[in-house]
């Protein structure tokens, strides 16, 4: 019997009820498609390395919630499943068997995504995800139907066929409580990791990031009571947590009374894992309960610090202020709470040598783990509109949409000199050498982070030259060209 939560009770009608009036199980073959950037899918030879270095770090991050969300959604309403995971597989349509093919989408998957979907022309092919749900027309192009949003809702008539709207745009569930927990059984091996969405969407409106353009402006949430019913089961069926992953929420404290009675029964039901990590607002260092909740339970709270220059945090409309964050920081510390940093380079007050303050402080602040990412102008994005009104972008190839390219002209350097200033940190400061900061040595899980990190830069670290090469070379053309033609050099600052 198909879940009631899909659908409310007046909703209900119509052939696809049996003669008790439930809804019939939907018994379709689907195929769920997880696409990787093709920056990453060129590396797949790498992926006997990766692979066995994501079982070392314990992590699943290379099927993400989403998928196995939506496995989740798909196995309830009686269809088969399986998933398919392009970083670690080549997609043959000749070794897929089912009919359905969805394949869901993040703004650098997304010409990937295109490109299997041509694969399936002889199956029904549906995309969905971010980046669908910000360009639908886009997608389109390369599916028989797009989903805009969070597909809860619609799933059954999608799949069943009964709604055949090209573009399909309903509202998301007002009750996540209703919407079922994962199931981890689509992974090969048990879950090392479980990684939970407790809540959706964000009151604030960060001019670099799309969540309250997707999941909206209003806080959503799950109860506490569900919430630690999802962990109650997992330890029934898999045994002792050992670690939580709340980073699929934007911002788990956003509600604090809400996370605080999460946090006080997982203690009183004895789920105290090795380590939790999740996203908060820098504003959390100021509740002394939640610190205390946190401290308990071996928190590593990840924190969006993006800069620590007051303009370039007005200019991200980030509502936050750069002279808490030290305080925030040592807070943190003082209750054994472990901070990731993460920090943006590219706003227009930015220069080449924002990189060296950032990396002072970082040794300053002695901060546990941290990342650095190049401002991006994602699609749905204010940054994206100002910048297009501005006519600063020049990269429109979606493959290099994913933090680490620099795809528009900046303010106070050329893109070129952005593009190898940030290459060369990231060689330097996530050297193999640093891992032998003897902050690392005793903390095993940063260490790991910080080895995966290194690696990962290694292997990259030639296509990013690359493209650094590219932007060098475009320069030079542009500076011959304007000089000949005198028109305006897009990649001098
Ligand atoms: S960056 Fe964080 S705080 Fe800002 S809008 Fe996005 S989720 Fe919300």
Redesign the pocket.
Known sequence: MVPHFYRKKHERKGNNMDSKGAEKPITKKVAIIQPFANTYVSHRKFSNLITPLKAFTGSNIFVSTTTLHLATLLKKIGCQVRIYNDITEEIDPAHVSEDIVLITIVTSSARRGYEIARLFRDRRVIIGGVHASILPHEALHHADQVVVGECERVLPDLIAGRNKERIIDIKPPADLDEVPHIDYSYLKVPPKIISLQTSRG?????S??S??RIFGRRYRFRSPGNVLSELLNYREKYGEIRKIDLRPD??FTCNVERAKEILRRMISEGIIPKSIVA?A?LEAYKDRELLSLMSQLNFTICI?IESINQNALDEYN?KQRAKDIDEAIRVFHDHNIKVYGYFIFGADCDEPGTLKQYADFINKSDLDIFTVTVLTPYPGTALHNRLVSQRRIFEFNWDYYDSFHVTFKPARMSAYEMQKVFNDFYLETFSLKSCLRPKLLFDIDSLKNQLFISLMTKILNKSFRRYEESLKIQAAEHKRLSWKLGSVDIHSS
């Open positions: 964000c009151p604030f409106n960060c670099y990031c969540v309250s934007a911002d996203n607002r969006g980030k």
